[in-house]
């Protein structure tokens, strides 16, 4: 398994990255982010935070069905933190290991949908508003693009706030 520092900025919930090569749910997909990316987007903390803009460079590695990338987000050009993750393809589904924000590693578990995107549970160690779940869903472009979009739900157990969305390309 490939091993990466697995840490977001304090503000963000969650985000990171990773590709697609057009899948569906009946075939096995494959993510592929080996090589460096760039991305760009925000990311927001809660329904009563502001937007803020982020950066981000990420670096993949891809050995056989174990995934991995790190690299570091930026945001306010004064905030920066690595982030990072180890995923492993267990036939359709995904499994692996993230961390966002201060709450610890979150686990992964998904797979792909009949329209290409992959939609991974996360599944943190304690509490983040009234839950300790939330869902990344990664959306492939091309060979050189991809959006990660991140929905956590609210205290209120109702409302839903996108926490983060960056689209990455390949450097």
């Known amino acids: 398994m490939l091993k990466a520092p697995l840490f977001v900025a304090a503000m963000l919930v969650i985000g990171s990255g990773a590709i697609v090569s057009g899948v569906h749910a009946e075939e096995n997909p494959s993510l592929d982010i080996s090589g460096k990316w760039k991305g760009k987007g925000f990311v927001q903390k809660d329904d009563k ?31 920066k933190r690595a982030i990072g993750a180890d995923i492993q393809r267990e036939g359709v589904r995904y499994r692996g290991t993230y961390v966002g924000s201060n709450a610890g590693p979150a686990e992964l578990d998904g797979g792909p949908q009949d329209d290409g995107r992959i939609v991974l549970t996360m599944t943190f160690p304690k509490t983040i508003h009234g839950d300790d779940i939330a869902t990344m869903t990664i959306e492939p472009a091309n060979d050189s693009m991809f959006k990660i979009t991140t929905v956590d739900t609210m205290d209120d157990g109702q409302t839903k706030v996108t926490t983060a969305e960056i689209t990455f390309e390949r450097n």
């Open 49 to 79: 935070s502001r937007k803020m803009n982020v950066t981000c460079q990420i670096e993949g590695e891809q050995n056989g069905n174990d995934i991995g990338f790190d690299g570091e987000c930026r945001a306010m050009m004064v905030l």
